[in-house]
């Protein structure tokens, strides 16, 4: 089994800066995809963005200039460093792993950006 750990959500004023971190740990054999999406209440699930294992990034047209994903291969580990927060970035964000044919979900972490 695979598991996700995301941390860093919480409540930030608009204009201002998160950081989310999600570690994968078990067994994990092959990973193509980590990625960042998120869930606004009414709202379906949507990309923020994601990144292969070879480097290629992806991003939501919504977040583009403002949001940057990172990856530490040799740890597992994804990021994604949040900037120039709007209202409308409040959401629920959850981690996902692609790899092998098999789909993981972290457990997720709320964004709130209000004043």
């Known amino acids: 089994q695979v598991q996700l750990v995301e941390s860093g959500g919480g409540l930030v004023q608009p204009g201002g800066s998160l950081r989310l971190s999600c570690a994968a740990s078990?067994?994990?054999?092959?990973?193509?995809?980590m990625g960042w999406y998120r869930q606004a209440p009414g709202k379906q699930r949507e990309l923020v963005a994601d990144?292969?294992?070879?480097?290629?990034?992806n991003y939501a047209e919504s977040v583009k200039g403002r949001f940057t994903i990172s990856r530490v291969n040799g740890k597992n580990t994804v990021t994604l460093q949040m900037n120039s927060l709007k209202p409308e970035d409040t959401a629920v964000y959850y981690c996902?792993?692609?790899?092998?044919?098999?789909?993981?979900w972290g457990q997720g972490t709320q964004v709130t950006v209000s004043s």
């Open positions: 996902r792993l692609e790899g092998a044919g098999n789909d993981y």
């Open positions: 078990g067994s994990i054999f092959r990973i193509n995809v």
């Open positions: 990144i292969t294992t070879g480097g290629m990034k």
